[in-house]
């Protein structure tokens, strides 16, 4: 019932830029927070950005300066303005929903950064 559906991802040549979102339908009690995990084969997935419900942002150090977190709470919507993008970027990017009770994860959206 509760689905997160991202889109937006893709392959960009290395300085381009991307936007991801993800919009959250059904039943989803007390968000907490929204944000964006990303992993690569060979890593841990990795906590990019998150974003509260009252505006609060927090990044990776990696994406500092260069992507931007964001998101509609009417329409429990986030969003990730992602600018000059590196190959080092290159991963399946997934939407994260903390709620008071549980989590929950999207299936991913790909994004390849070409050197």
Do not use: H
């Not at 937006?8 to 830029?17: D, E, F, M, R, Y």
């Amino acid at each position: 019932q509760v689905q997160l559906m991202e889109s937006g991802g893709g392959l960009v040549q290395a300085g381009g830029s991307l936007r991801l979102s993800c919009a959250a339908s059904g039943r989803i009690v007390s968000i907490n927070s929204m944000g964006w995990y990303r992993q690569t084969p060979g890593k841990q997935r990795e906590l990019v950005a998150t974003i509260t419900s009252g505006g609060t942002t927090n990044y990776a150090d990696s994406v500092k300066g260069r992507f931007t977190i964001s998101r509609d709470n009417a329409k429990n919507t986030v969003y990730l303005q992602m600018n000059s993008l590196k190959p080092e970027d290159t991963a399946v990017y997934y939407c994260n929903v903390e709620s008071y009770f549980r989590s929950y994860w999207g299936q991913g959206t790909q994004v390849t950064v070409s050197s």
